[in-house]
Protein backbone atom coordinates (compact mmCIF):
# COMPACT_ATOMS: atom_id res chain seq x y z
CA UNK A 1 0.00 0.00 0.00
CA UNK A 2 2.73 1.68 0.45
CA UNK A 3 4.37 1.60 -2.05
CA UNK A 4 1.57 3.20 -4.39
CA UNK A 5 1.35 7.41 -3.40
CA UNK A 6 5.63 6.98 -4.08
CA UNK A 7 4.88 5.08 -7.56
CA UNK A 8 2.30 8.27 -7.92
CA UNK A 9 4.92 11.18 -6.88
CA UNK A 10 7.85 9.73 -8.77
CA UNK A 11 5.76 9.50 -11.87
CA UNK A 12 4.06 13.20 -11.49
CA UNK A 13 8.03 14.38 -10.94
CA UNK A 14 9.03 12.67 -14.28
CA UNK A 15 5.96 14.41 -15.99
CA UNK A 16 7.17 18.04 -14.78
CA UNK A 17 11.11 17.34 -15.29
CA UNK A 18 10.35 16.44 -19.15
CA UNK A 19 7.97 19.34 -19.43
CA UNK A 20 10.19 21.42 -17.95
CA UNK A 21 13.33 20.03 -20.32
CA UNK A 22 11.02 20.56 -23.66
CA UNK A 23 10.61 24.23 -22.41
CA UNK A 24 14.25 24.76 -22.17
CA UNK A 25 14.94 23.08 -25.25
CA UNK A 26 12.71 25.19 -27.48
CA UNK A 27 14.27 28.41 -25.33
CA UNK A 28 11.28 30.68 -25.14
CA UNK A 29 9.04 30.76 -22.66
CA UNK A 30 5.98 28.34 -23.66
CA UNK A 31 2.68 29.74 -21.64
CA UNK A 32 1.30 26.61 -20.12
CA UNK A 33 -1.34 28.27 -18.27
CA UNK A 34 -2.21 32.38 -17.97
CA UNK A 35 -5.23 33.29 -15.85
CA UNK A 36 -6.32 36.37 -13.47
CA UNK A 37 -6.56 35.38 -9.65
CA UNK A 38 -8.15 36.89 -7.11
CA UNK A 39 -5.64 38.06 -3.97
CA UNK A 40 -7.24 35.58 -1.59
CA UNK A 41 -5.65 32.64 -3.45
CA UNK A 42 -3.35 30.99 -1.29
CA UNK A 43 -0.33 31.21 -3.25
CA UNK A 44 -1.22 34.94 -4.62
CA UNK A 45 -1.57 36.10 -1.00
CA UNK A 46 1.10 34.87 0.36
CA UNK A 47 3.71 36.32 -2.48
CA UNK A 48 1.45 39.95 -1.85
CA UNK A 49 2.83 39.38 1.32
CA UNK A 50 6.59 38.71 0.58
CA UNK A 51 6.12 41.83 -1.96
CA UNK A 52 5.05 43.99 0.67
CA UNK A 53 7.89 42.70 3.14
CA UNK A 54 10.63 43.07 0.13
CA UNK A 55 9.62 46.39 -0.50
CA UNK A 56 9.80 47.86 3.06
CA UNK A 57 13.25 45.73 3.18
CA UNK A 58 14.51 48.05 0.38
CA UNK A 59 12.63 50.89 1.35
CA UNK A 60 14.54 53.92 2.95
CA UNK A 61 11.08 55.33 4.59
CA UNK A 62 11.29 55.13 7.92
CA UNK A 63 7.46 54.23 7.39
CA UNK A 64 6.21 50.70 6.60
CA UNK A 65 4.38 50.35 3.61
CA UNK A 66 0.92 48.59 3.12
CA UNK A 67 -0.83 46.88 0.35
CA UNK A 68 -4.54 48.88 0.21
CA UNK A 69 -5.66 48.11 -2.79
CA UNK A 70 -4.99 44.68 -5.27
CA UNK A 71 -5.57 46.27 -8.84
CA UNK A 72 -4.58 42.81 -10.60
CA UNK A 73 -3.19 39.35 -10.28
CA UNK A 74 -2.25 37.22 -12.87
CA UNK A 75 -1.03 33.68 -12.62
CA UNK A 76 1.41 32.27 -15.28
CA UNK A 77 2.56 29.38 -15.06
CA UNK A 78 5.79 28.37 -17.73
CA UNK A 79 8.46 26.39 -16.75
CA UNK A 80 8.20 28.00 -13.64
CA UNK A 81 5.22 29.79 -11.69
CA UNK A 82 5.08 33.75 -11.76
CA UNK A 83 2.77 36.27 -10.68
CA UNK A 84 2.38 39.80 -12.08
CA UNK A 85 1.02 41.72 -9.74
CA UNK A 86 -0.31 45.82 -9.85
CA UNK A 87 -1.44 47.13 -6.04
CA UNK A 88 -1.64 50.52 -4.45
CA UNK A 89 0.47 50.65 -1.74
CA UNK A 90 0.47 53.67 1.02
CA UNK A 91 2.85 55.04 3.72
CA UNK A 92 1.44 54.23 6.97
CA UNK A 93 1.81 55.77 10.87
CA UNK A 94 3.87 52.66 11.79
CA UNK A 95 7.58 53.28 11.80
CA UNK A 96 9.84 50.18 10.79
CA UNK A 97 9.78 47.45 11.58
CA UNK A 98 6.23 47.74 13.80
CA UNK A 99 3.35 46.03 11.45
CA UNK A 100 0.37 46.10 14.10
CA UNK A 101 -2.82 48.63 13.70
CA UNK A 102 -1.19 50.70 10.61
CA UNK A 103 -3.58 52.97 9.18
CA UNK A 104 -2.58 54.91 6.07
CA UNK A 105 -1.04 58.32 6.76
CA UNK A 106 -3.09 61.86 6.32
CA UNK A 107 -1.96 64.90 5.59
CA UNK A 108 1.62 66.01 4.76
CA UNK A 109 2.66 62.10 5.18
CA UNK A 110 0.86 60.65 2.92
CA UNK A 111 2.23 58.66 0.72
CA UNK A 112 0.92 56.28 -2.38
CA UNK A 113 2.99 54.33 -4.59
CA UNK A 114 1.29 52.34 -7.64
CA UNK A 115 3.44 49.10 -8.29
CA UNK A 116 3.51 46.63 -10.83
CA UNK A 117 5.56 43.23 -9.79
CA UNK A 118 6.31 40.46 -11.75
CA UNK A 119 7.27 37.48 -9.24
CA UNK A 120 9.01 34.12 -9.49
CA UNK A 121 7.44 31.77 -6.92
CA UNK A 122 7.51 28.78 -5.68
CA UNK A 123 5.56 29.43 -3.01
CA UNK A 124 5.29 25.92 -1.31
CA UNK A 125 9.01 26.23 -0.46
CA UNK A 126 9.26 29.97 0.23
CA UNK A 127 11.26 30.50 -2.50
CA UNK A 128 10.28 33.51 -4.24
CA UNK A 129 12.31 36.35 -7.05
CA UNK A 130 11.75 39.57 -7.98
CA UNK A 131 12.00 39.60 -11.74
CA UNK A 132 11.07 43.40 -12.69
CA UNK A 133 9.61 45.76 -10.35
CA UNK A 134 8.22 49.25 -11.69
CA UNK A 135 6.87 51.72 -8.57
CA UNK A 136 5.80 55.11 -9.25
CA UNK A 137 4.28 57.71 -6.69
CA UNK A 138 1.60 60.17 -6.68
Known amino acids: MMAEPWQALRLLLAILLTLMTLTYQARKKTFLSVQEVTAIENYAKDTLQWITDQYNKESDDKYHFRIFR ?3 VEKRIT ?3 EYRLN ?3 QRTTCQKPETTNC ?3 EGELHKQVNCFFSV ?3 PWFEQ ?3 LNKT ?3 D
Open 70 to 72: VLK
Open 79 to 81: DHL
Open 87 to 89: VEM
Open 103 to 105: APQ
Open 120 to 122: FAI
Open 128 to 130: YKI
Open 135 to 137: CSS
